[in-house]
T-cell receptor, first 109, second 114 residues
């Protein structure tokens, strides 16, 4: 079957660094994406990894290891506005994109 | 640039009623999809389309129909609403390229079935 596993909740302090992990088991893997969703809002795209390694976009970085079926999202210099849910998503063959259940990030002052 | 537009934003249905959720995008994206999101859960794929005239089932297709007569529009039909279909529905579109898979989401339709 297809599955994506990520922690349900993470809490961190403003200004700190937090890592959200995602392990996946799918067929026809094309790449791993990350999305942010604030309460009541729509998911918004953060990053995409098709190849192994680290991709950096401002305060956010994303890592992929295809051999380990593992990726993570790294958020640096945390701000209160980063409190949201973060979803990893796998694009499979046939253009299907499957989402994990999400990690709720709480940023404390 | 409007992006992905969903209508309505809110809807209450009685059990057994049917309705269509509308989704339109103006980015000329070939790939469109419908997801439902239940409280505390991720997005589950209902149906998707890789182009006009082509649709396929996702993870949870039962009780829903779709069609794709144009590139821009991808409506989702609830055939006979049930309380289990109470959810937030998101439509998304993206380019099918492998280099950039960013999906653009509509603002969602919050559906309650009573």
């Amino acid at each position: 079957g297809q599955s994506l596993e990520q922690p349900s909740e993470v809490t961190a302090v403003e200004g700190a660094i937090v890592q959200i992990n995602c392990t996946y088991q799918t067929s026809g893997f094309y790449g791993l994406s990350w999305y942010q969703q604030h309460d009541g809002g729509a998911p918004t795209f953060l990053s995409y990894n098709a190849l192994d390694g680290l991709e950096e976009t401002g305060r956010f970085s994303s890592f992929l290891s295809r051999s380990d079926s593992y990726g993570y999202l790294l958020l640096q210099e945390l701000q209160m506005k980063d409190s949201a849910s973060y979803f990893c998503a796998v694009r499979r063959g046939g253009f299907k994109t499957i989402f994990g259940a999400g990690t709720r990030l709480f940023v404390k002052a | 640039n409007a992006g992905v537009t969903q209508t309505p934003k809110f809807q209450v249905l009685k059990t057994g009623q049917s309705m269509t959720l509308q989704c339109a995008q103006d980015m000329n994206h070939e790939y469109m999809s419908w997801y439902r999101q239940d409280p505390g859960m991720g997005l589950r794929l209902i149906h998707y389309s890789v182009g006009a005239g082509i649709t396929d089932q996702g993870e949870v297709p039962n009780g829903y129909n779709v069609s794709r007569s144009t590139t821009e529009d991808f409506p989702l039909r609830l055939l006979s609403a049930a309380p289990s279909q109470t959810s937030v529905y998101f439509c998304a579109s993206s380019s099918p390229g492998t280099e950039n898979t960013e999906a653009f989401f509509g603002q969602g339709t919050r559906l309650t079935v009573v």
